[in-house]
């Protein structure tokens, strides 16, 4: 069984108390108005998935080919859209809002999203590099990164050199992340540790892969309180470009 992953966005960290009075450090994600907005088939497409979109926005605001499959699949253009890979039995209809009892107080999840960019940063920051000496002889060189020559041969500077440059603002996965709790009304899910990203960021959610899981919801909790069966029959499919959460 796989099943479908969730965008929240990151609202910030926080610290909640349990039963026995210990504080624990969370981050608080909101679900807010998540939608299955499409579907992939095995027929059409060759792999099932479900596509996701959050953050409502206007034909005009978003580029002009996702707007055209967004009007095709007769849905809403979303800010963000996204496809999770899923089992035959997790398929959810389209025009599903989902909600943060799609996960359970104490599971493990994975989470994804982009850190925060900290711009051009040398070697030490960078890579952790412990620099050179404070004296005997060292003049003005401190923090470089010493010799990157190669000699003779093969006279270059190999690829993969841990060298000063562009530091965050790329995707990161967290893993087995506990999930402390729930907040059905203000649709909030709330994750032990820390989430990557600046408060605001798109923060995809999944069950953890490298954690057994039981119990959950198959294929989703719905806003009623009942778990829906989903249909796997043909569902409206948007063709826009979306990111493709790996198996």
Known sequence: MKRSGLITTKIGMTRLYDDGGVAHPVTVLSVGDCTVIGNRTMDKNGYVANILGMREAKAKHVAKPQAVA????????????????????????????????????????????????????????????????????????????????????????????????????????????????????????????????????????TDAVKKEQKDLPVPTQMKSGATETADSGDQPVADAETQTVAE
């Open 70 to 205: 967004a009007e095709k699949a007769g849905v809403k253009p979303y800010r963000k859209v996204v496809e999770f890979r899923v089992s035959d039995d997790c398929v959810i209809p389209a025009g599903t809002q989902l909600v943060a009892s799609h996960f359970i107080a104490g599971q493990f999840v994975d989470v994804q999203a982009t850190s925060k960019g900290k711009g051009f940063q040398g070697a030490m920051k960078r890579h952790n590099f412990g620099g050179k000496e404070a004296s005997h002889g060292v003049l003005k060189a401190h923090r470089s990164i010493g010799g990157t020559g190669m000699r003779e041969w093969p006279g270059r500077v190999l690829k993969g050199k841990k060298m000063a440059g562009q530091m965050g603002n790329e995707t990161v996965t967290v893993q087995n992340l506990k999930v402390f709790g729930i907040d059905e009304a203000e649709n909030l899910i709330f994750v032990e540790g820390a989430v990557p990203g600046a408060n605001g960021t798109f923060v995809l959610v």
